[in-house]
């Protein structure tokens, strides 16, 4: 696996690599530091009463996603990133310090997309797939994680999208049903 992943990332190092794209990939990796991009999304659609729904969620999934991929998974693979075993490789971003199984910036990206969907937000999924996406080979561009991580955190985070938005789901009901009046 590891033959594979190291030919897809050269591959990428020593074809896609270009002016802009050096610019451009580091941007929109930032987008997905510490799940921000979709934190902010998640607040903006708790503050928009008919997103509320959404964005209630969109915080369960990416909760979820924190405690599965950060707090459980990378620690307990423990997976050393590429850019430690091919040393000749420069870096366009300041390396990171943790581990890199699974890509946590592409597991939250696709939670987030995936916790869109199944809350029934077909417009609001979209451009966040486009996004999530990008936000994945960015990872790969700047040679950070292997491909089977982004794979994974993809579809981790796509299971943990459903897992959170069913739960919020049945929280959300729990409450509406303590509300009615008797």
Known sequence: MQSFDFAVLNFIYYNFRCGILDVLMPIVSALGNDGMVWIV????LLIIRRYREAGVALCFALALDL????????????????????TAIQLLITSPTDYSFPSGHTAASFTAVSALYFSHRKKLWKPALVLAVLIA??????????????????????????????????????????????
Not at 41 to 44: G, K, M, N, R
Not at 67 to 86: A, F
């Open 41 to 44: 999304l998640a607040i903006v």
């Open 67 to 86: 405690i599965v991929c950060n707090l459980v998974l990378k620690p307990l693979v423990g997976r050393i990133r590429p850019y430690d075993v091919n």
């Open 137 to 182: 080979f960015s990872r790969l561009y700047l040679y950070v994680h292997y491909p089977s991580d982004v794979l994974a955190g993809a579809v981790i985070g796509t299971f943990i999208g459903y897992l959170g938005c069913r739960a919020a789901g049945a929280l959300l009901d729990l409450w509406k049903r303590r509300r009615k009046p008797k």
